[in-house]
């Protein structure tokens, strides 16, 4: 994908930032302090296009948090720090990130990824508490990150799967006629724990639905989806649930395109970069749901700054919980007076703040935000939900709300607290 023109290359790459002045770690905050976020995702290889939405994201709404949102009026600096999705190389990225000076990580793309973090956090803020780091992860979705795993730096900004899950089971039963049920997955953590929480939450919900197929296949390596679409199609399948990202996710649709496969899709990450345009330029268009946490006709406080955000990039804002994080962080320090990670970690542990779609918690049992979330349709534009998504004529639009008590799930975990 080539970059927009507006695209700032030196401020992409990890190393674009030292020359930025930072805040003293710890110490007291300042009108002019500059706090330095590191952006930990695929900015190269087959994820790179949404790893750079992300990144582009996070840098605008740093830019442009309003001053209600912002009470100690700081500036906020991300820079970007290519993992090519490997954790390994997410080691590597974070250990550059902390000789940098850099007490803020972001990350999103990759649940392996974000439990790797975390544990590596946990260590070095162990060894080295006077630097130690904070983990804001705004989209790696698996639910042991605030379970079994749960460490007292990671803070979890979007909905894990099982609440997700849970949406969307709820959803499919009552709102709709179709009861069997074809997964299809990546073999990866995050498929795995989508194939899992789908099967434990139908039966959770005795929502009568069956599941007639269940396959997980390589992640970001097949170019031909041909035989899993011809084996849902086998199945005798009324919908597939998919939790495919990226390119994996635009040969699915590709492949159920080319054979006439016009099974409702019900996925978690259909709205991300590439997707709108495929699903428009089809000739056969597919009926395709996502659940997330907005949608693209956002309104509130968002939908000004989303509007801006394609005019400048000319591509869409899609990370919304980038917003969240901001404004959880920025009224962190504004309370703590301090950005050293133990602080920052007290006052995000349960904090309630109006985040861009209305108040939420961070809990403080595990650290995971507690939000609504929708289930959007993909359609054509209207006269309520005018903004088309990628520029086309179609768009998410919300048919259906839950509330953030309706999806939450049961605290289980045990973290050691500072």
């Given at each position: 994908?080539?970059?927009?023109?507006?695209?700032?290359?030196?401020?992409?790459?990890?190393?674009?930032?030292?020359?930025?002045a930072s805040l003293a770690l710890p110490g007291c905050v300042r009108r002019a302090d500059v706090v330095r976020l590191a952006y930990i995702d695929p900015l190269s290889g087959p994820a790179s296009d949404v790893g750079r939405n992300g990144?582009?994201?996070?840098?605008?709404?740093?830019?442009?948090?309003?001053?209600?949102?912002?009470?100690?009026?700081?500036?906020?600096?991300?820079?970007?720090?290519?993992?090519?999705?490997?954790?390994?190389?997410?080691?590597?990225?974070?250990?550059?990130?902390?000789?940098?000076?850099?007490?803020?990580?972001?990350?999103?793309?990759?649940?392996?990824?974000?439990?790797?973090?975390?544990?590596?956090?946990?260590?070095?803020?162990?060894?080295?508490?006077?630097?130690?780091?904070?983990?804001?992860?705004?989209?790696?979705?698996?639910?042991?990150?605030?379970?079994?795993?749960?460490?007292?730096?990671?803070?979890?900004?979007?909905?894990?799967?099982?609440?997700?899950?849970?949406?969307?089971?709820?959803?499919?039963?009552?709102?709709?006629?179709?009861?069997?049920?074809?997964?299809?997955?990546?073999?990866?953590?995050?498929?795995?724990?989508?194939?899992?929480?789908?099967?434990?939450?139908?039966?959770?919900?005795?929502?009568?639905?069956?599941?007639?197929?269940?396959?997980?296949?390589?992640a970001f390596i097949l170019r031909d989806f041909g035989p899993w679409v011809r084996r849902v199609q086998a199945s005798g399948a009324q919908v597939l649930v998919t939790g495919n990202w990226g390119v994996d996710l635009q040969r699915l649709?590709?492949?159920?395109?080319?054979?006439?496969?016009?099974?409702?899709?019900f996925g978690y990450y259909t709205h991300l970069p590439g997707m709108p345009s495929l699903l428009a330029d089809s000739r056969r268009p597919t009926p395709v749901y996502q659940v997330g946490g907005s949608h693209t006709n956002q309104p509130?406080?968002?939908?000004?700054?989303?509007?801006?955000?394609?005019?400048?990039?000319?591509?869409?804002?899609?990370?919304?919980?980038?917003?969240?994080?901001?404004?959880?962080?920025?009224?962190?320090?504004?309370?703590?007076?301090?950005?050293?990670?133990?602080?920052?970690?007290?006052?995000?542990?349960?904090?309630?703040?109006?985040?861009?779609?209305?108040?939420?918690?961070?809990?403080?049992?595990?650290?995971?935000?507690?939000?609504?979330?929708?289930?959007?349709?993909?359609?054509?534009?209207?006269?309520?939900?005018?903004?088309?998504?990628?520029?086309?004529?179609?768009?998410?639009?919300?048919?259906?709300?839950?509330?953030?008590?309706?999806?939450?799930?049961?605290?289980?975990?045990?973290?050691?607290?500072?």
């Amino acid at each position: 994908m080539a970059l927009p023109r507006s695209f700032n290359r030196r401020r992409w790459l990890g190393g674009a930032a030292l020359g930025v002045a930072s805040l003293a770690l710890p110490g007291c905050v300042r009108r002019a302090d500059v706090v330095r976020l590191a952006y930990i995702d695929p900015l190269s290889g087959p994820a790179s296009d949404v790893g750079r939405n992300g990144l582009l994201s996070w840098q605008f709404l740093a830019e442009h948090l309003s001053a209600e949102a912002n009470p100690a009026r700081l500036r906020f600096e991300v820079a970007g720090f290519d993992n090519k999705g490997s954790p390994q190389e997410s080691l590597h990225a974070l250990r550059a990130a902390i000789d940098q000076g850099f007490r803020v990580v972001l990350q999103g793309n990759g649940s392996g990824v974000a439990s790797t973090l975390s544990a590596a956090i946990e260590r070095h803020n162990e060894r080295f508490p006077q630097r130690g780091v904070v983990l804001l992860n705004y989209a790696a979705m698996d639910p042991s990150l605030t379970r079994e795993r749960c460490s007292f730096w990671h803070f979890r900004l979007d909905a894990d799967t099982a609440m997700k899950t849970q949406a969307l089971v709820a959803y499919l039963a009552q709102d709709t006629p179709w009861r069997r049920v074809a997964l299809l997955n990546q073999n990866y953590a995050h498929g795995q724990q989508v194939s899992g929480w789908w099967q434990r939450k139908a039966d959770e919900m005795d929502a009568g639905l069956s599941v007639v197929s269940d396959d997980l296949h390589p992640a970001f390596i097949l170019r031909d989806f041909g035989p899993w679409v011809r084996r849902v199609q086998a199945s005798g399948a009324q919908v597939l649930v998919t939790g495919n990202w990226g390119v994996d996710l635009q040969r699915l649709i590709g492949a159920m395109q080319e054979q006439g496969l016009d099974l409702p899709v019900f996925g978690y990450y259909t709205h991300l970069p590439g997707m709108p345009s495929l699903l428009a330029d089809s000739r056969r268009p597919t009926p395709v749901y996502q659940v997330g946490g907005s949608h693209t006709n956002q309104p509130g406080p968002l939908s000004a700054l989303m509007a801006r955000f394609r005019a400048r990039h000319r591509e869409d804002l899609v990370v919304t919980s980038a917003y969240d994080g901001l404004v959880l962080l920025a009224q962190a320090i504004a309370r703590a007076g301090s950005t050293s990670a133990t602080d920052l970690a007290r006052q995000m542990s349960g904090m309630s703040f109006d985040g861009f779609d209305g108040p939420v918690t961070l809990r403080s049992a595990d650290h995971q935000l507690q939000k609504g979330l929708y289930i959007n349709r993909w359609q054509p534009t209207d006269s309520v939900h005018p903004i088309g998504a990628e520029g086309t004529g179609h768009t998410f639009a919300p048919v259906r709300y839950f509330a953030g008590v309706a999806v939450s799930q049961p605290a289980q975990c045990g973290m050691v607290r500072r």
